[in-house]
């Protein structure tokens, strides 16, 4: 327990020391253009696969559970546009980038940590959580564009699977995603996606940097990352949906 509040100190600690001494333009820009290349556009493809299945199965497990008569076809693509919008696009996605992201942004930080790069960096002036942790973070301000990739995707999933499989006719999908469509639900969504951005460039970034040990602890940094960005993520989930949505 002692540890853990040691850990969450250390950490707001270093978002402090992140804005200090700033690099020089000239090299940052750079950085930031790397790091968006790397973090966000590299994350694409899988996104988009994982987005197109996630919204194909929510909408077959959908029909196959409104299967009575009464109700009306219409709800599966209700159904269908408010779970990926509200909860699979912004959080599921942003969990699976905690894998993705995180074990990245803490092995490259860490492996720079047991090759004494950050301790070359200090000895040359330049504020290393700067330097290295700064790009991330203003990478992360694009994030929330691969999450509406997302969204855009995982209904045309949905409307794949529920039209092509039979389930339902193309236009009761569409008249599910117009009926009683509410536009803040979107702002919602966006708003968790700007505070899980956050978190995806900072909590591995605290791991990577505060790392101690030789190469194997790289490994291990990178499983407690993992961990504990997911749980931040879970966490703030739960707090911003009581906070924006009731």
């Known amino acids: 327990m002692i540890k853990m509040l040691s850990n969450i100190g250390k950490y707001f600690i270093m978002l402090g020391e ?4 700033p690099t020089k333009w000239r090299l940052m820009k750079n950085l930031i253009f790397k790091e968006i290349d790397e973090l966000i ?10 987005s197109f299945f996630i919204g194909a199965v929510v909408t077959i497990q959908t029909a196959l559970n409104l299967n009575n008569p009464i109700i009306p076809k219409y709800l599966i693509g209700f159904t269908a546009r ?13 969990i699976i980038m905690a ?3 995180g074990s990245y942004i803490t092995s490259s930080i860490g492996t720079m940590r ?7 960096l200090e ?8 330097y290295l942790v700064f790009p991330k973070l203003i990478a992360s301000i694009t994030y929330p564009f691969v999450i509406a990739l997302s969204m855009f995707i995982g209904i045309l999933g949905g409307y794949v699977a529920g039209s092509f499989g039979g389930y339902l006719a193309p236009e009761e999908f569409i008249k599910g995603l117009q009926d009683d469509f509410t536009p803040f639900h979107i702002v919602y969504a966006f708003i968790k996606t700007a505070v899980f951005g956050f978190i995806l460039a900072t909590v591995p970034s605290f791991y990577g940097y505060y790392m101690e040990g030789g190469a194997l602890e790289v490994g291990k940094a990178s499983t407690k990352s993992f961990v504990w960005t997911s749980v ?10 009581q906070i924006l949505l009731t």
């Open 232 to 241: 931040a993520i879970i966490v703030c989930n739960y707090v911003l949906t």
């Open 99 to 101: 894998g993705r992201m």
């Open 114 to 120: 047991v090759t004494e790069q950050i301790d070359a």
């Open 41 to 50: 556009i590299g994350s694409l493809g899988i996104v988009a696969f994982l």
């Open 18 to 21: 992140i804005f200090r001494r």
């Open 82 to 94: 408010q779970s990926i919008i509200l909860e699979f696009s912004p959080t599921f996605i942003s």
């Open 123 to 130: 000895v040359m002036g330049i504020n290393p959580l700067n």
